[in-house]
RNA sequence: GGUCCGGUAGCUUAGUUGGUCAAAGCGCUCGACUCAUAAUCGAAGGAUCGUGGGUUCAAGUCCCACCCGGACCA
């Protein structure tokens, strides 16, 4: 069977899941549900970002461990992965130990293969005492820390280790020229091309006074022993989550694909795989950058008070609504808006008029003229108008040009929308009147369940629970998400026994929040 | 300050290499139908394609400047 691994951003423990974070595990979720209906043996990694000074100083601030203010964080957000249906197959977390083994064997491994990888520069920078650590110039106003504007901020100076990352232009631009689909979608790709092209600058991939951190390996001249950056710690778990250093890792190492989000590109598309090369390690076979949702319009923020509460969006009409209107509205490669109109409105007209009711009428039907009973399909590629549809859904989730999600879930609107008008046009309900064309009203109805079921195994890996639901409504045998896309095409419905149940998608509407 | 992306009907978006390119869905209006979750089907209306120049026989589609939104870098 063929493996299929792909990856999230393992977020940043500080601070409650939201919105952007629920884009792209739902997105990565789906991805890894398409590909084990297309009979991958798939492996999903997420996991948690735990160490640096934010960290400890969080922890500190509520007089707990840095470890057991992750360990609340992690629950938080493992607790909401759960409430949204995201079946990942690993969690990391960069305080396990065998991640912070691996990071180590990297940074040595780099070490010996590339001596002069790694070498002692002084790091200057301004310090603020209040948040212990430096500051960039985007938490800088007026010379002074946001967060503690009434102390001055200090130039200080320390000796670090830095990776020499410009070695590395050559390849990196190698790279780009030869395998473009490293880093997409294009719009990121030019991104990082035009910062290639400027040059680079080698990072520091040490810091003193970082003792929440992974232990770098290395010792300073002076002796001095500092805490591994940011970017050497967090970027493996990819890696150390395979097992590396230890024997095996190879078979799911490298990842097939990471999913990040649109302001961390550069340090996939660039350290990373310099990282690798390093190590003499093979790269990952692309980066995929998604973008950003607003929140009616507006970008969300703790500050100004933009935000959505998940499980209210959640429980406002299930996980599986929100799911579907999340990736609908917010295309996978670019930017997108979500508000609680649009909610409203795809749901009622893609989920509750379209997908729910074309179930509820198609199921009553043969309930009322075949006593619930399928009846054999005379012609079975009645509904071959669903194929270039098809193609399309698959084009958009195959990763072969990209991941587009929305596009996938057009494809499915579109075959509902065509199920619709094939019931419509038939007059199935006039054609029972009359016993002369009793083999038109089976054919029809036969037509209707197959497209049903068809479009529950496409939906599943937006919707689970739903295309379950739907599943049995139809009597289908097994499971929606046990089937197989290579013998979709030759369902066979007959004798299926349906048993229309509660709406899929009930109107009226609750109450709005 | 630099780089990149986006700015097309009320909303969300399609629009290859310039020439039926002004398109689709939702919403709104009208008509049809009654199997169904007052759902469905059909039709109509609706855009000076961010602004201003330029290239061209011909430009959302190329060039320049500017405005707005976003990301990254400095």
């Known amino acids: 069977m063929p493996r299929f691994y792909l990856t999230t951003a393992i977020d940043y423990a500080n601070g409650d899941p939201h919105l952007g974070h629920a884009l792209e595990k739902i997105g990565a979720d789906v991805i890894a549900r398409y590909h084990r209906l297309a009979g991958f043996d798939v492996h999903l990694l997420m996991g948690m970002d735990e160490h640096g000074q934010k960290v400890q100083q969080t922890a500190a601030a509520l007089g707990v461990t840095p470890l057991a203010f992750a360990d609340e964080i992690a629950t938080r957000f493992q607790a909401m992965w759960a409430r949204l249906n995201v079946q990942y197959d690993q969690f990391i977390r960069t305080t396990d130990t065998h991640h912070k083994v691996g990071v180590q064997a ?9 001596p002069d990888d790694f070498y002692e520069r002084s790091y200057r920078g301004l310090y603020c005492v209040g948040c212990e650590a430096f500051k960039q110039d985007a938490d800088i106003v007026d010379g ?15 000796r670090n280790w830095f990776f020499r990352l410009s070695k590395y232009q050559p390849f990196l631009q190698a790279l780009l020229a ?4 490293y880093i997409e979608p294009e719009s990121r790709r030019n991104e990082i091309l035009g910062l290639l092209a400027q040059g680079l600058e080698d990072v520091s991939a040490s810091r003193s006074r970082l003792d929440w951190a992974v232990p770098f390996p290395l010792p300073l001249s002076s002796g001095e022993r500092q805490g591994t950056y ?3 710690d967090a970027l493996p778990n990819y890696l150390t989550a395979t097992g590396f250093p230890e024997a095996g890792f190879e078979t799911r190492w490298p990842a097939d694909v990471h999913i990040i989000g649109k302001d961390i590109t550069r340090f996939h598309a660039v350290i990373w795989p310099a990282m690798l090369e390093a190590a003499g390690l093979p790269l990952p076979k692309q980066v995929w950058a998604h973008g950003f949702v607003q929140l009616g319009g507006e970008r969300f923020s703790k500050s100004a008070g933009v935000k959505l ?3 209210e969006a959640i429980d406002r009409y299930g996980v599986d609504a929100f799911r579907y209107v999340l990736l609908r509205e917010v295309p996978f490669d670019a930017d997108g808006n979500f508000s609680w109109e649009r909610f409203e409105e795809r749901y009622t007209s893609d989920l509750a008029n379209a997908f729910g009711n074309l179930a509820s009428r198609a199921t009553a039907m043969v309930e009322k003229y075949c006593d619930a009973i399928v009846p054999a399909a005379v012609q079975p590629a009645a509904e071959s108008g669903d194929a270039l549809d098809i193609t399309a859904y698959h084009a958009a989730l195959d990763g072969k040009h990209g991941w587009l999600l929305h596009d996938g879930l057009s494809a499915v609107a579109r075959m509902t929308a065509r199920a619709n008008e094939y019931t419509q046009a038939t007059a199935p309900w006039q054609l029972a009147k009359d016993a002369g064309k009793r083999a038109d009203l089976e054919q029809c109805l036969a037509s209707l369940i197959r497209r049903l ?9 937006f919707m689970p629970d739903k295309a379950e639901a739907l599943w049995t409504q139809l009597g289908a045998p097994g499971k929606a998400c046990e089937q197989r ?14 048993a229309k ?7 009226p509407l609750p109450p709005k929040p």
């Open 485 to 498: 896309f290579a013998a979709l095409d030759r369902l066979d419905v007959t004798g299926w026994r349906v």
């Open 230 to 232: 940011v970017w050497f």
């Open 453 to 461: 079921a068809r479009q529950a195994v496409l939906l599943s890996p």
């Open 106 to 114: 990297l940074i040595r491994r780099i070490a010996e293969r590339n």
């Open 178 to 181: 030869s395998n473009p689909s």
């Open 501 to 507: 149940g509660e709406g899929l998608f009930p109107r």
């Open 144 to 158: 002074r820390c946001l967060l503690h504007p009434t102390r001055t901020l200090e130039e200080v100076e320390e």
């Open 309 to 311: 509460d998940l499980g």
